[in-house]
């Protein structure tokens, strides 16, 4: 607690030095007029009394100068004059303040609006309860194997030992929940989801129908997730049954777009494929999905009802015609479990299950008679769920990280026409540096004081920057369309904390780094030689300064 009075004695009196200063002097004077009025009375003259109280005090300049550095906090107090010194000294150049901001903008601009579009692909996670505890399921093929119709498409061979396989069938699905469900208390999994896509669906509201996006979830999707709908309720393990009543759950851009908002929505009834759903919810604004991109479905329906909008093309699969691999499976998992827990819990049954629905391929109708070796079993493997369905947006991992090298390019021809601008305008200032030189500063302190140039510089750079980077933004939703898709559809490009983070840390490193060197080679001189340049030198140094102007400019 002592620690903290005397942290906020010395705030306060960075924000109170008037009032301070002169409390101070009021005392100061009142002390000396009682010391000279006790001189006087033992017989002093009054200016022998004066000149004594001043000498006992021991001078008044040193002592207010001891009681300031007392008071308040030193170091930020000497940040403050550096700042306000800089300041003034970038106002002195406007020109080159000017080019030095704008460049800085350009590179630090592009580089926030592109991150952006890193962070809402990559890295940004669900907005979900505990999203680190969700996992996604991927199944490795141990030996090539034909699976029927992955992704809707029949007769496909996957080849031995690939990876990421994402999608799942329905019944092998069913019969990973059996086992998780058979298990439960041993199980690693509080729940296991699968979800779907489903194409094609066309929604009739009132008179006018329009195509949407849609999914087939399973019961226990929302509250595996850990959603909340912002109206309404959820669908349940109820709802996802054979026989149970079509209900569908609305996006909230859905919601808004069509309904206008309505909170009487609820219980209303939506045709889709000309069947007709109660509407029992509707998403929070926040929530778009699993896949975040590209695919955002407007509907949300239960497994066991897709076959309704579906028709014969169900995903599900008949008694005569086996579904196809489309589903995709996340789980959450219990406190203190572990991903590589909950996929060795569901191998066995995944293993039974696939093996039962994805035979060997044949050469020339041939059965192959060996049997399979345990080794070349499919096997479950599982990633982390905290950020959705990775797969999708995988694919265009190579396009937004080559377009941020060359964003980042531009930053780095940006920070080297910083560093030419700041040595042009040493090159102006070598006088003043010489004379405060011989003055006696020291040469960290003048470092420090260039420092603290170029870094307000770069902050006024970034600053405009994120102004830039909100402009940036329209140009980068313009690739996301579908005619050109350089970039997945659907992505929230928002400066979030993240995104600003990242512009502070690249707008320091920047500042500190092409800071540095100019600062460094200012302070680097020979007192002798520069207090003896003539007005001829120094004119010299302001033409290549000039000419170093117009080379940022060029580039």
């Known amino acids: 607690m002592s620690k903290l009075r005397v942290f906020l004695f010395r705030l306060r009196g960075l924000f109170l030095k008037r009032s ?34 001043l000498r006992k005090f021991g001078g008044v300049e040193q002592v207010k100068e001891t009681y300031r550095e007392r008071r308040g906090l030193p170091y930020v107090e000497t940040i403050l004059r550096d700042l306000g010194y800089g300041a003034r000294m970038l106002w002195r150049s406007p020109i080159i303040t000017t080019v030095a901001i704008l460049s800085l903008a350009l590179g630090i601009g592009a580089n926030t609006a592109l991150f952006s579009v890193v962070d809402a692909v990559f890295l940004k996670t669900l907005p979900v309860d505990e999203p680190d505890r969700l996992v996604v399921f991927e199944w490795q093929s141990g030996r090539s194997f034909r699976t029927n119709g992955m992704s809707g498409t029949s007769n496909v061979i996957v080849p031995a030992n690939m990876r990421g396989l994402s999608l799942f069938r329905y019944d092998v699905f069913e019969k990973m929940q059996q086992g998780r469900v058979a298990a439960a208390s041993e199980s690693p999994l509080s729940s296991l989801f699968a979800f779907g896509p489903v194409s094609e669906l066309i929604a009739k509201v009132g008179d006018q129908p329009e195509v949407v996006k849609g999914q087939a979830v399973s019961g226990g999707y929302y509250d595996g997730l850990g959603v909340q709908p912002s109206l309404g309720r959820a669908i349940t393990v109820e709802d996802d049954r054979p026989g149970a009543a079509p209900v569908v759950v609305l996006s909230n851009q859905f919601w808004q777009t069509r309904f206008g908002a309505n909170p009487e929505v609820i219980g209303q009834q939506l045709q889709l494929n000309k069947q007709s759903f109660t509407i029992i919810g509707v998403t929070s604004a926040a929530f778009v999905g699993t896949l975040q991109v590209n695919y955002q479905p407007a509907v949300t329906i239960p497994l066991a009802v897709e076959p309704l909008v579906s028709g014969q093309n169900s995903n599900l699969g008949t008694a005569n015609e086996p579904g196809v691999w489309w589903l995709n499976l996340m789980g959450r998992l219990k406190p203190g479990a572990t991903r590589e827990q909950a996929s060795e819990s569901l191998n066995g049954a995944f293993q039974n299950a696939a093996l039962e629905v994805m035979p060997r391929p044949t050469k020339s109708n041939q059965i192959a008679a060996e049997q399979l070796e345990r080794k070349d079993y499919p096997r479950l493997l599982s990633e982390s769920g905290s950020r959705g369905m990775l797969d999708v947006r995988k694919d265009y991992a190579a396009t937004i990280y080559g377009l941020f090298i060359v964003v980042a390019l531009v930053l780095v021809i940006a ?28 040469r960290w302190r003048l ?94 140094v302001s033409r290549l300064s000039k000419g170093l102007l117009v080379l940022q400019v060029d580039v």
């Not at 830039?468 to 400066?495: H, I, M, Q, Y």
């Open 447 to 540: 470092v420090r004081q260039l420092l603290t140039e170029s870094l307000l510089l770069a902050a006024l750079g970034g600053t405009v920057g994120v102004v830039f980077a909100f402009w940036g933004r329209s140009v980068l939703l313009g690739l996301t369309n579908k005619e050109t898709g350089l970039l997945p559809s659907g992505v929230d490009l928002s400066l979030n904390w993240r995104v600003l983070v990242f512009t502070l840390t690249v707008t320091l490193l920047t500042g500190f780094l092409f800071g540095l060197a100019p600062a460094w080679r200012a302070t680097s001189l020979d007192l002798a030689t520069a207090l003896k340049q003539s007005r001829r030198a120094t004119g010299t």
């Open 20 to 53: 301070l200063d002169q409390e101070l002097a009021d005392e100061i004077r009142s002390h000396l007029d009682m010391q000279i009025e006790d001189y006087q009375r033992q017989g002093m003259s009054a200016d022998e009394a004066r000149y004594a109280a």
């Open 415 to 442: 920070c080297a026409n910083l560093a030419n601008l700041l040595l042009a305008r040493a090159a102006f200032r070598g006088p003043e540096i010489s004379v405060r030189l011989a003055l006696g500063a020291g």
